[in-house]
């Protein structure tokens, strides 16, 4: 089980590590702060530009399908949904098919921002990992794309 130290001994741990992930609660902050000081100017932050992201990609959307797409709770949802249309890059339209609904749909603000959020994620990046060799760069994205 667990090895342990005999009466009057130190055990030596430099070779323990249980705790392998307890560094990546701290590089996600850094990478969130990040994100928020680069996209602060055009009034977004890490929870919001992924909804912009998603509807470039995704096309119109429903806000019940934009909430099963990103799997984050209803209510913050809503919460960024209405920042972004007040900020003019989301529109909301009745929805046609359902006249109880509507559809988000990116603004013109909103389409234009798109590159600009895509470039900003690229130096953040980069920016997070520049301290790796590209071979680095490589294997940590594999692993982390298999979490």
Do not use: C, H, W
């Not at 702060?33 to 977004?44: F, H, N, P, R, S």
């Not at 932050?45 to 119109?60: Q, V």
């Not at 960024?80 to 046609?96: M, R, S, T, V």
């Amino acid at each position: 089980m667990f090895a342990q130290a005999k009466k009057g001994e130190v055990m030596d741990n430099t070779n323990i590590n249980n705790d392998v992930l307890k560094n990546l609660p701290s590089v996600s902050r850094r990478y969130l702060k990040l994100i928020d000081q680069k996209l602060a100017t055009y009034q977004l932050s890490s929870s919001t530009y992924y909804y912009i992201i998603k509807l470039y990609e995704f096309g119109d959307l429903t806000q019940d399908k934009l909430v099963r797409l990103t799997g984050l709770n209803p209510s913050n949802v809503t919460r960024a949904i209405q920042k972004l249309i007040f900020l003019d890059y989301i529109k909301k339209i009745q929805n046609p098919e359902d006249g109880r609904g509507f559809i988000l749909s990116l603004g013109v603000k909103g389409k234009q921002i798109y590159p600009i959020i895509q470039s900003t994620l690229l130096q953040v990046n980069d920016e997070l990992l520049g301290s790796l060799t590209s071979t680095e760069k490589e294997q940590f994205i594999t692993s982390i794309n298999k979490l």
